[in-house]
């Protein structure tokens, strides 16, 4: 096949003043959290529902897989009660986001990419305040 690029043909304008931003980070990781809680919630939400329909010995399994014998969480447990939760936080605090530029507030720049970065920090913080008020609860 013939090479058709001409190197001497101008890029486009915007390619030489394109920058990575916060909002752009946003914008796919709010993607990402909604499809990977829709998806890994309904795995096991279907998972969940044939154990039960199955009997005992399969509900067994489906929670021996996320509890230890006392009914604690083990490794698993967290990893996927962690994951969906701060997904669920990040999702939310960037929906609140999208709905203040929906009402067409906050498109300044500045203002934009702070409460950009705000998305995270809430997500993080919301997170940890969520499994540390659920730690205290189950252990005293």
Do not use: C
């Not at 914008?27 to 998972?47: D, E, K, N, P, Q």
């Amino acid at each position: 096949m013939a090479n058709v690029r001409n190197p001497a043909r101008p890029l486009s304008p915007h390619l030489s003043i394109w920058k990575w931003g916060p909002s752009m980070a946003v914008s796919i990781v709010h993607r990402a959290t909604g499809s990977g809680m829709a998806t890994v919630g309904t795995i096991l939400f279907v998972w969940w529902l044939s154990a039960m329909a199955s009997g005992p010995a399969a509900y067994g399994a489906f929670v021996d897989l996320f509890t230890v014998s006392s009914g604690k969480l083990n490794v698993v447990g967290y990893i996927f009660g962690i994951g969906l939760t701060l997904s669920f936080f990040q999702h939310m605090a960037s929906g609140v986001r999208h709905l203040f530029l929906d009402a067409g507030a906050n498109f300044e720049l500045g203002a934009n990419k702070r409460t950009a970065l705000a998305t995270f920090v809430v997500a993080v913080v919301a997170t940890s305040a969520f499994w540390l008020f659920l730690l205290e609860k189950s252990n005293g």
